[in-house]
């Protein structure tokens, strides 16, 4: 149900699809924890017997998916797009110096920060992600930057100053998906941080930490994508 709700989403913001007649609502149910104390959890939500959340139910085969190319988004949805000409062959980034020269998750990780072009990044973050499930790069250690580089157009302003809908001179449909863009780039960019900012701990997170967060800033780069795709062809940049 999730999932179709989630396309549903992602059709309706796309102007791909009409809207659903109706939205589902989740109840919440209470499952009472040891000690008397109620736990609100989602239907989707597993427990043990005595209430205790159990991991989510997917996770193993979702690390365990192959490298996701469909990058692009088609009249039917998500489609497969090939990789960017430098990050042709196995190696993933052989013939870009800049990522050549990258020897860790981490540093990846600081580079995807540094990188102030929005697709860019998307497009840095899928490289790394294809590195590191080829295990051509170990985890290694970096220093985060302070701050996640941004592009000098457009400004960032207070929330306050955000014009409203009718005010922004954009369809709708294009002021969603750009405010979407925004929230998909910072979530590349969290994503990101963890990697590198964790990574002095390497060795008491274990990989599986470092590798999961690499796997949501490759999927967020790949929303991300769809969004600049989709406004672009609405003659938004």
């Given amino acids: 149900m999730f999932r179709q709700l989630q396309l549903h989403i992602h059709l309706c913001l796309l102007n791909l699809a009409p809207a659903p007649a109706s939205v589902p609502r989740l109840r919440l149910f209470s499952l ?9 959890l989602s239907p989707s939500s597993s427990a043990t017997a005595d209430g205790v959340p159990r991991p989510w ?14 990058r692009t988004w088609g009249a039917d949805g998500p489609q497969h797009s090939p990789p960017d000409p430098s990050s042709s062959n196995a190696t993933y980034g052989s013939g ?4 050549d020269a990258v020897s860790s998750l981490a540093e990846f990780g600081a580079l995807v920060l540094s990188t102030p072009d929005p697709m860019a990044k998307a ?6 992600f294809a590195r590191w499930l080829r295990r051509k790069v170990p985890v290694g ?11 000098s157009k457009p400004p960032l302003v207070s929330m306050r100053d955000v014009p409203a809908p009718k005010n922004s001179g954009l369809p709708l449909n294009a002021y ?3 405010n979407l863009a925004h929230v998909e780039l910072n979530a590349i960019d969290l994503a990101w941080d ?3 900012r964790f990574s002095p ?8 930490f470092f590798s999961d967060f690499a796997h949501v800033a490759d999927e967020e780069s790949r929303h991300f994508s769809w969004c600049a795709q989709r406004l672009a062809e609405l003659g938004c940049r």
Avoid at 58 to 66: F, K
Avoid at 141 to 151: G, I, K, L, T, V
Avoid at 201 to 208: D, T
Wanted: hydrophobic letters at 35%; charged letters at 30%.
């Fill in 32 to 40: 009472k924890r040891p000690g008397g104390k109620g736990a609100h």
């Fill in 57 to 70: 139910f997917g996770l193993h085969s979702w690390r365990e998916s192959p490298l996701n190319e469909n």
């Fill in 96 to 99: 870009d110096p800049a990522l």
């Fill in 123 to 128: 497009r840095v973050s899928h490289v790394a």
């Fill in 141 to 151: 250690e970096f220093r985060p930057p302070d701050r996640p580089a941004r592009p």
């Fill in 176 to 178: 969603m998906l750009h």
């Fill in 194 to 196: 963890t990697v590198v």
């Fill in 201 to 208: 701990l390497r060795e008491a997170l274990g990989e599986q």
